[in-house]
């Protein structure tokens, strides 16, 4: 944890930013896999963290912006607590922890709820994810689910986005140490990536590398040489020569904070010459988009700056034709990239999805695109020093995607639909760097990690072993 000081700021920054009413904060719960005791490995909601600290299950911090007053409530530990499950800190404890001098139980807990109603008191709280939290709002703020849905705090969702978006020197140590850790991991992937390995192997040693440090996956790796599935969580495949590999994973740091790294290898040790020029493409959109970032750019030109560069080269290499700034206006650019740039990255790995993508990413003058690929941007507006973000533009050949647009002759003037054909089975290469806008510009916080195809190459040939 922080100090206690640290989770106390920003409670009185939240509670000055909200200014009026009672703001009640929900902690995950531990969530049943298949029956009740045999539950899902624990993760706290990211903004009951950012408030308190504590990873313990079940518990709910209320704030009275009216008054000030602020209190933790969790259960009571049972004995049979303790005989299955150990020894734990009991609520005062842990509310003394992170510098709140209330604690209390549920029945606390629904009772200041009460109070608050009766009163006309507005109680602030968040969008559920967890469909218990819906349920039990519903129970304390004697509502219906579809009311409980549908009244979240918009003053409490902008003004934790607004705290959570600028990082402080202390969580930006988080991130470097997050991101060293997937340093290692990258290092490792190079030594041992090879033909006639299996993804499977490599996914363990990746998650067992990660546990060894005493940390966890920030989400479930994607490791596989289909990368042209965005999200492929199989890994089930063997590695051949000639076969991309494209890993996209993060870790969390000792408080919680989460890196998140893409990086695609070429099994053989070094790219044939198609796959070298695709790869040193997507470099190129990737450091030309970051070049262009400084505070107060919005997010979506350095998307568009990155889909720019990826439709030059494209028509370089003959996959398109046309003017590159027409193409990536009409949006025939996302037939081969059809994701957005990237994303806040903190506590979670998209940072604050659980408030609502619009409500991070977007604002009153920057709207959502409804094109698609530029649809999927999860940040448009203008990013400002402190904003850590990732920076993942990718080149794919998706079968599925590719006979659909054809079919339905998608913009035949911007697209050589018959070169394409004939690189179907290419697969795909992302690449994702992590960076922190500062007062001038931009640091990468992810240097360490090779990225142009001669490190990765000179890297791999340097520390392959030899099975
Ligand atoms: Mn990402």
């Known amino acids: 944890m922080f100090s206690p000081q640290t989770y106390q700021e920003r409670r009185q920054a939240l509670m000055h930013n909200v200014k009026h009413g009672l703001i009640v904060l929900r902690g995950n719960s531990a969530l049943p896999m298949n029956y009740q005791a045999n539950h899902f490995s624990f993760v706290q909601d990211a903004s009951f963290r950012y ?18 007053q602020e209190c933790l409530c ?20 842990l509310a003394a922890s992170c510098g709140l001098a209330l604690s209390g139980n549920y029945a606390h807990l629904q009772a200041r709820c009460s109070t608050a109603l009766k009163h006309g008191q507005r109680v602030h709280y968040l969008p559920q994810y967890q469909a218990e939290g819906q349920v039990q709002l519903a129970d ?30 202390e969580e ?6 997050a991101i060293a850790l997937s340093a290692s991991v990258y290092a490792l992937l190079m030594q041992t990536c ?16 990660i546990v060894e440090h005493g940390c966890q996956e920030a989400f479930p790796t994607i490791l596989s040489v289909r990368g042209e599935t965005l999200h492929n969580h199989a890994h089930t495949n063997t590695l051949r020569p000639g076969d991309l590999l494209l890993i996209d994973s993060g870790t969390v740091s000792p408080n919680g904070y989460a890196s998140d790294i893409t990086r695609t290898l070429p099994v053989s040790g070094t790219f044939s010459s198609l796959q070298r020029d695709i790869y040193s493409l997507v470099v190129r959109a990737q450091r030309s988009a970051i070049a262009c970032l400084r505070p107060s750019v919005p997010f979506v030109d350095a998307h568009i700056q990155a889909a720019r560069v990826l439709a030059t080269g494209l028509c370089d290499l003959g996959f398109m034709r046309g003017d590159p700034a027409e193409a990536v206006a009409v949006g025939a650019h996302a037939l ?29 003058v920057f709207q959502r695109s409804t094109q698609f690929g530029l649809s999927g941007l999860r940040m448009a507006k203008p990013v400002q020093a402190g904003n850590v973000l990732t920076i993942e533009p990718g080149i794919y050949f998706i079968p599925a995607l590719i006979s659909q647009w054809q079919a339905n002759n998608m913009h035949t003037d911007f697209i050589n639909y018959d070169l394409i054909n004939s690189a179907i089975g290419f697969g795909g290469i992302r690449l994702e760097d992590d960076i922190l806008v500062t007062e001038y510009g931009v640091e990468i916080l992810s240097t360490a990690i090779p990225l142009a195809a001669n490190d990765i190459e000179q890297h791999m040939s340097d520390s392959r072993l030899e099975p």
């Open 51 to 68: 408030c308190t600290g504590l990873t313990q299950p079940d518990l709910w911090l209320i704030l009275d912006c009216d008054t000030g």
């Open 74 to 93: 969790g259960p009571e530990i049972q004995l049979m607590d303790t005989v299955w499950s150990g020894p734990r800190p009991c609520v005062e404890d």
């Open 140 to 169: 304390l703020l004697d509502q219906n689910i579809q009311d409980i849905r549908h009244n979240v705090s918009l003053s409490l969702i902008s003004a934790l986005v607004a705290l959570r978006s600028i990082k402080t020197p």
């Open 172 to 177: 930006i140590a988080e991130l470097r140490s």
């Open 194 to 209: 090879r033909p006639g390995i299996e993804e499977q192997h490599l996914y363990a040693q990746v998650v067992a590398h």
């Open 336 to 364: 081969f990239f059809p994701h957005g740039l990237g994303h806040m990255l903190g506590l979670d790995a998209h940072d604050m999805e659980a408030l609502g993508e619009d409500f991070v990413g977007y604002d009153t």
